[in-house]
């Protein structure tokens, strides 16, 4: 087999969360390998398809409020090195019904920290998108510079940059690392080794198969459906948060996106059926019917599976693993991480560089619990 190849650090996953921490890495002077089952971004992932909301409103949880701004930054200036169009500002809009907390305390929070942020009568609201049927709602709160990242193309364009800065990239599966203390190196499915002196597991809902012991009962990937319509009239993205419902308008001529933000029932990322269902499809054209009744017979261009990859509560989970000192666990999308990624990659890369020392606590395996009890949106 040979001895294995050498590296600073090894990043297994090359989605949003482990693309942009090899980004990261590699920019600060490390000697990177990104490795990945499938391939960057793959529609096995949770980070595959082709659009993510961005957005900044996270109720009066000042900490994703503050990572989202700054992922949107480093979002827009990737955009702009590359003159590529990744991030679309549609705007975000939030529909809020009375005595609705979750879009007050947002109002709250991302005025407090001095973004940009519009409180929208219904009034207001109708003038500027009339195809919205605004029943139940009391008012709207509009971010104007967030939208929605092209996510596929994204993750694909910063493992590109990350391969053109030197670090390497490779295909397949990794097998299950045993053992404890120092982990030494890593086998690929081909039967290639290599070596790092640092690991950083990245996979979404491939660390529990992963990590069985560890994570097994603390990270649950669920199955999620989304549907794209044939409709394309000026909107914005919405979030309609009291309803477990989001929509996007037509970017790139995908279509018209409708998701139900329900966590679905537990799902294998390697063997589950992705064939969307009747019954998912009639929920989302239920919704399409209320919310934009001119809409409610607009043709059905494509549907997708992906998962969510659930943490007992949705915080992130960045901490090292227990029993091996060299390696770092990255995961716990939970279905809001996405536009986070630029943000994760940086706080993982100063922590391995030794630039940051200790954990944020609400990111640590200790708070990762066994009971489901979601706090996170």
Not at 3 to 21: E, I, K, L, M, R
Not at 186 to 207: D, M, Q, Y
Not at 308 to 331: A, K, Q
Request: hydrophobic share 35%; aromatic share 10%.
């Amino acid at each position: 087999m040979g001895a294995p190849q050498t590296y600073d650090v090894a990043v297994v996953g090359a989605g949003v969360f482990g693309a942009w921490t090899a980004y990261q890495l590699q920019r600060s002077g490390k000697r990177v390998v990104l490795i990945d089952a499938y391939g960057a971004a793959n529609f096995r992932a949770s980070s595959g398809d082709a659009s993510r909301i961005t957005r900044i409103g996270y109720g009066s949880d000042e900490i994703y409020s503050r990572s989202a701004r700054r992922s949107l930054q480093l979002w827009k200036l990737f955009c702009k090195s590359l003159d590529e169009a990744l991030f679309h500002q549609t705007g975000v809009l939030w529909l809020a019904y009375e005595n609705d907390p979750y879009p007050t305390k947002s109002y709250e929070t991302l005025t407090k920290l001095g973004v940009p942020v519009e409180r929208l009568t219904i009034d207001q609201t109708r003038a500027l998108f009339p195809a919205i049927n605004l029943e139940g709602i009391s008012w709207a709160m509009l971010e104007p510079e967030s939208g929605v990242l092209s996510a596929s193309r994204a993750v694909q364009a910063v493992v590109r940059e990350t391969i053109k800065l030197g670090g390497e990239y490779r295909q397949g599966a990794v097998v299950n690392p045993s053992g404890q203390g120092g982990l030494e190196s890593l086998t690929i499915s081909n039967g290639e080794r290599v070596s790092a002196a640092k690991h950083v597991f990245a996979c979404g809902p491939w660390l529990p198969k992963i990590f069985p012991d560890l994570l097994g009962e603390r990270i649950h990937p669920t199955r999620q459906e989304v549907f794209y319509f044939a409709a394309s009239p000026a909107l914005p993205t919405w979030i309609d948060f009291k309803n477990e419902a989001y929509g996007l308008p037509n970017v790139e001529g995908h279509g018209l996106k409708i998701a139900i933000d329900r966590h679905g029932t537990s799902f294998d990322p390697d063997t589950g059926n992705r064939e969307a269902t009747a019954e998912g499809l009639a929920e989302a054209r239920q919704y399409l019917a209320r919310r934009l009744p001119e809409l409610q017979h607009a043709p059905l261009i494509a549907a997708r599976v992906c998962q969510y990859e659930n943490t007992s509560n949705g915080d992130f989970l960045i901490d090292r693993h227990p029993e091996f000192e060299n390696v770092w666990l990255v995961g716990g999308g939970s279905g809001h991480g996405f536009k986070h990624g630029p943000f994760v990659g940086e706080y993982v890369a100063a922590r391995i560089d030794g630039r940051t020392e200790g954990v944020e606590p609400r990111f640590s395996l200790a708070t990762k619990k066994r009971e489901k009890k979601r706090l996170v949106y």
